[in-house]
């Protein structure tokens, strides 16, 4: 099972791309607080064209999505959405601890700035 819905709508992904944004190696974090009241934590992935074909960016996606079940029931947060870009080859090729690590870090980040 995992701990967040999905991002499906065009808008609620802009409205990420205009909050806080940390950058890692193997990805982008967007993040924004919804400010409503709906206490679910929502993710979005997003992979570009210049990650590669379909099997580089479809095993891109499996990846981010592992990684989202690994880190977000965890230290998400409920009413805030979360979108990860992927990065053309890091994304593939980065060593997936590496990555996880990055994402509690990203998470961390933001939410510490949001908090102070």
């Known amino acids: ?17 205009r909050g806080k944004r940390y950058a890692t190696p193997g990805f982008v974090l967007l993040v924004s607080d919804r400010r409503d009241a709906d206490p679910a934590i929502r ?3 997003t ?4 990650v590669g074909n379909a099997v580089t960016s479809n095993r891109a ?5 592992a990684l989202a079940r690994n880190v977000m029931p965890l ?4 009413g805030w959405d979360y979108v990860l870009v992927g ?6 090729e980065r060593d997936f601890a590496a990555m996880r690590a990055d994402l509690a870090r990203a998470l961390s980040q933001v939410h510490a700035q949001t908090d102070g």
Do not use: H
């Not at 099972?1 to 791309?17: E, P, Q, V």
């Not at 996606?61 to 999505?65: A, D, G, N, S, V």
């Not at 230290?75 to 409920?78: E, I, R, S, T």
């Not at 990065?87 to 593939?92: C, F, L, S």
């Open 47 to 50: 992979i570009t064209k210049k």
């Open 1 to 17: 099972m995992r701990g967040y819905s999905i991002i499906k709508k065009r808008a609620d992904f802009l409205a990420a791309n």
């Open 61 to 65: 996606k499996r990846r981010l999505r």
């Open 87 to 92: 990065r053309p080859g890091a994304t593939v």
């Open 75 to 78: 230290l998400g947060q409920a």
């Open 43 to 45: 993710l979005g992935i």
